[in-house]
């Protein structure tokens, strides 16, 4: 794909672009011990209910769904998980996107600290973008589980990504990319949101 900087402004041309080719997916994030011990701490987590659109007055578009959301505090044993799995998953990440950063620039040092979601029954998220993220550069989604149905992370109204356990799908955090939540059918999904960039957000470290 021809990729020019000028200073530190990259342009693509356009028509080379595949969307889909920005979209990640890496598996077997955790050890088989350590996503036994995520599951069981997840299924015994209290989580707060009620409607997404309840919580996001300010957001640039107007997102509505259904979900529990917990924001992790670092010393809890879920977030430790969380971080092992993304200290894994990150260089990676490097990688796959070295060709459209800029050169020597800092890289996704900010975070909006993990989000641990939980959609029961119903539980869905309408389409948006995530231009207005805590940290938006990249987006990463950390499927915990894959025992339920429904619940499918979907990109422009007719791509779903593949429901695999312990594994995180990883996409730019721009207007390019609209994904919605479907509402689950059957059992329970847990993942978690994490945005990641290099201006806004706290210190990942």
């Not at 589980?145 to 499918?152: S, V």
């Not at 721009?174 to 059918?185: A, S």
Request: aromatic fraction near 14%; charge should be negative; include cysteine.
């Amino acid at each position: 794909m021809p990729v020019l900087y000028i200073g530190t402004i990259l342009l693509v041309e356009v028509a080379d672009l595949m969307l889909n080719d920005y979209i990640f997916t890496y598996d077997n994030i955790l050890s088989e011990h350590d996503h036994s011990r995520l599951l069981e701490l997840c299924n015994n987590t209290q989580f707060p209910t009620g409607d997404q659109d309840d919580r996001n007055n300010e957001a640039y578009y107007k997102l509505t769904g259904e979900r529990g959301e917990i924001l992790l505090e670092q010393d809890d044993e879920i977030y430790y998980l969380i971080h092992k799995g993304m200290l894994k998953t990150m260089p990676k990440i490097y990688t796959d996107y070295s060709e459209i950063n800029p050169p020597d620039s800092p890289l996704y040092d900010k975070y909006s600290g993990y989000w641990l979601c939980k959609y029961d029954v119903g539980g869905h998220l309408s389409i948006h973008t995530d231009c207005d993220a805590d940290a938006a550069s990249i987006t990463a989604s950390f499927n915990i589980n894959d025992d339920y149905e429904g619940g499918e992370v979907c990109f422009w109204g007719n791509t779903d990504m593949p429901k695999h356990a312990n594994s995180i799908h990883v996409y730019p955090s721009n207007m390019l990319y609209p994904h919605e939540v479907k509402p689950v059918t059957k059992g329970v999904r847990y993942s978690v949101i994490v945005w990641f960039g290099y201006q806004k957000g706290n210190n990942w470290e």
